[in-house]
């Protein structure tokens, strides 16, 4: 059985949580993903990633254009296993928390919730103020899950890209779906 998810990508910083994300989901065969990308976020992973866009998009097995309401994430009789924004902009956490849908990434996250299917919101700010805090919590009580891009220090990574690959690792055993992530390294206590 193919699980479908639907990973959404804002301008936010980040950028490069998107591309390993789905160089990861790319590797798993139950998988298939949808892609759905805000303009800020091509704007963004072009000064941040040397990744083409094309090349991004190639990754994904569909791409939908971000004003396209009529796509199929657009309803909830498309079934899918959840939804993973990476990174997630403090202007989308708004619209998710608020069930303001102006774009195809905001309303496919909207019926991810409706229809109680994981949302995994990588939010990407720092330092935080009280109404970012006070839309986590609101996007939380919807059923959101509210992951920042924290890194684990317990694999013991030597690169960027090992801090990057156990989180969005994390990321996807978020979905609680019942498939082998790979390399994927739980805590079991120390050695």
């Not at 986590?136 to 694999?155: Q, R």
Request: charged share 20%; proline share 5%.
């Amino acid at each position: 059985m193919v699980n479908r998810i639907i990973v959404g990508v804002t301008g936010a910083s980040g950028g490069i949580y998107a591309v390993r994300l789905l160089a990861l989901l790319k590797q798993i065969a139950e998988i298939e993903t949808h892609l759905v990308m805000t303009d800020s976020a091509v704007r963004s992973l072009e000064i941040e990633t040397q990744l083409p866009l094309e090349e991004l998009k190639a990754m994904a097995d569909i791409n939908y254009d971000i004003n396209d309401i009529a796509a199929a994430i657009a309803s909830g009789s498309f079934n899918t296993a959840g939804m993973i924004i990476a990174p997630c902009s403090m202007k989308t956490l708004s619209g998710i928390a608020n069930s303001y849908s102006d774009n195809l990434l905001t309303r496919a996250a909207d019926v991810t919730l409706k229809e109680r299917r994981p949302l995994v919101l990588s939010v990407r700010e720092t330092p935080l103020h009280l109404g970012h805090l006070r839309l986590m919590t609101t996007a939380c009580e919807l059923g959101a899950i509210i992951m920042p891009p924290l890194n684990a220090f317990y694999h013991k990574p030597n690169s960027i890209d090992a801090l990057v690959d156990n989180t969005v690792r994390r990321m996807v055993q978020q979905l609680r779906l019942n498939i082998d992530i790979p390399d994927y390294q739980q805590w079991l206590g120390p050695e």
